[in-house]
């Protein structure tokens, strides 16, 4: 299908560009979201005869992002949540805790401008995308740790995860015991079965 894009659209064009979409891109989500018209000749007039507007529009609009994009660009979230040992999340972030998380400090964003392109299931530091308006983004860092102190870790740029790891390693080093009789605990089972074969043979 052609529309005529009534805003930028990344990896499509900017206003008034006629590109060629797929049908369900444009019925799902760009004709019912005002972003773009279908391009015929009675939408083509349409849109010229009020190009004007929603240009002027469209940079009233980019305005106020940017204003609003100096209260959210750089800020740092933290978000204390349960994981396996492995940093695996119960559950995971999305872009609704991101908004929430934003809010208390003093960030002001809604839900559909939060580019996450799959949720959070793991530990770490993530950068996010705040889209503010189709020319206007920013970005916001995403702390998500089990605790504040390992939080606090990650925001100085350690690697948890690693640390962990390396810690279970040399756990595992430590309890070895080098005066163990080598293949001690190998040995034991055999012996079981040759006893048993022992008293059956006198039986």
């Known amino acids: 299908m052609e529309v005529i894009l009534l805003e930028r659209v990344e990896k499509l ?15 799902n989500f760009l004709l019912p979201n005002k972003k773009a018209l279908r391009a015929n000749e009675a939408n083509r007039k ?3 005869a009020n190009r004007a507007r929603i240009e002027e529009e469209n940079a009233n609009r ?7 994009s100096k ?8 978000l204390i949540r349960q ?3 492995t940093g695996q999340l119960y559950g995971s972030v999305s872009a609704r805790d991101i908004v929430e998380a934003l809010e208390t400090e ?3 964003v809604t839900k559909s401008q ?15 995308k705040i889209a503010l308006h189709p020319e206007v983004a920013v970005t916001v860092k995403v702390n998500v740790a089990r605790s504040p102190e390992e939080a606090e870790l990650q925001a100085q740029g350690v690697d948890v995860m690693a640390q962990m790891f390396e810690r ?3 756990g595992f080093t430590e309890a070895y015991d080098p005066n163990a009789e080598p293949g001690a605990t190998a040995e034991t089972p055999t012996e079981a079965p040759a006893a048993a074969e022992g008293e059956a043979g006198q039986a």
């Open 62 to 68: 980019r305005g106020d992002a940017e204003k609003a």
């Open 168 to 170: 279970d390693d040399a």
């Open 83 to 85: 994981a396996s040992n």
């Open 13 to 27: 064009g900017a206003i008034g560009d006629v590109v060629k979409v797929k049908d369900g891109f444009a019925r």
């Open 106 to 108: 003093g960030a002001h």
């Open 46 to 48: 349409v849109f010229e």
């Open 71 to 78: 209260g959210v660009d750089g800020k740092t979230v933290q």
């Open 114 to 128: 939060v580019v996450l392109d799959r949720p959070i299931k793991a530990i770490g530091m993530y950068d996010v």
